[in-house]
């Protein structure tokens, strides 16, 4: 099957420092296209990450 569509990608994300060892980086996504396909429907991602320095 030959591909339809152009997949692409939206991100979003910002650090949030804590304090001076911990700082937190909420991340969103959203794929349009996933697969190169105009069938299919969007997806959504969100990832929290957590950094500790020690």
Do not use: C, K, W
Request: aromatic share 8%.
């Amino acid at each position: 099957m030959v591909p339809s569509g152009t997949e692409g990608n939206i991100e979003i994300f910002y650090r949030l420092r804590l304090n001076d060892r911990v700082s937190l980086t909420p991340d969103l996504q959203s794929i349009v296209q996933p697969v190169h396909s105009r069938n299919s429907n969007g997806l959504a991602v969100g990832t929290l990450r957590a950094v500790f320095e020690f």
